[in-house]
């Protein structure tokens, strides 16, 4: 029987419970699931991103000083950036918080750390070498992915981890980023998906949740009276919309100026 979603805790047994939602609840919820009594392996495809940098990694560190992953774990980053163990850990290290405790949860933390790099988000040899890594630290572990790659590169990466990344335990994969760039990308993604894994492993952050509420501002003010009598020229003196980014990839560049065009299209 598979074990139970990470995403689904149970109720632990204790009859004494700490306050809802207080940290000492989510740690005896989560510490009592059978999943963390496996080992686990976390592959963040991207890694070497921002992104990953400065919120997958920081989080994920997070939740080891809470205690909320498994005692056997392991978290793998994937990219196509040439970089050695040592200095992507340095890299990464630069972005997680003073633990309080002369950086011992840091060394330990960072020393379950490793980095692949391959050519490209498909590239089976270098997915092999991901998957080698995987059955020496054991082959009986869970395994999820993490994607934090563009949307067109999702399919691929999906599909390449199915012939690739064999051994037992769970697979569940995390899409992050626009999960396409409009409604036909986005069922053609999933039509692709669902070939390979079943809707129960796919786990989606999408940031085009808000889209269509920014598509739809001017239906809003005149549909509102409140707003009617607010958004004039009366009461705005201007709109200033600021991307806090740094300049510097032109894949980045591309993304940043299809994000301009839509703002200035609305």
């Not at 990464?92 to 002369?102: A, E, F, M, P, R």
């Amino acid at each position: 029987m598979e074990p139970s979603s990470p995403l689904r805790p149970r109720t632990p047994p204790s009859k004494e419970r700490a306050s809802p939602g207080s940290q000492e609840e989510i740690t005896a919820v989560v510490s009592s699931e059978d999943w963390h009594f496996s080992p686990l392996i976390i592959v963040i495809l991207g890694a070497s991103g921002d992104l990953a940098a400065k919120k997958t990694y920081p989080s994920l560190f997070s939740l080891y000083t809470s205690g909320l992953l498994p005692k056997q774990f392991k978290i793998i980053g994937y990219a196509r950036s040439p970089k050695t163990i040592e200095s992507f850990r340095e890299h990464v290290g630069k972005y997680l918080s003073d633990d309080g405790n002369g950086g011992v949860d840091k060394r330990r933390f960072l020393e379950n750390c490793d980095y692949i790099n391959g050519k490209s988000y498909g590239d089976e040899d270098a997915f092999k070498v991901v998957n080698t890594s995987i059955q020496t630290f054991s082959p009986v572990a869970n395994k999820l992915f993490y994607f934090a790659i563009p949307a067109s590169t999702f399919a691929v990466s999906a599909t390449t981890i199915k012939t690739t990344i064999m051994g037992e335990g769970w697979l569940r994969i995390i899409l992050e980023k626009p999960f396409g760039h409009d409604l036909e990308s986005c069922r053609e993604l999933t039509e692709s998906l669902a070939q390979s894994y079943d809707e129960e492993n796919l786990y989606r952050i999408d940031h085009y949740l808000g889209k269509e509420m920014v598509q739809n501002l001017m239906t809003l003010r005149f549909s509102n009276l409140y707003f009617s009598r607010l958004w004039d020229s009366q009461s705005i003196a201007a709109v200033l919309l600021t991307f806090k980014e740094v300049r510097g990839r032109k894949a980045e560049e591309k993304r940043r100026a299809r994000r301009v065009s839509f703002l200035r299209h609305y």
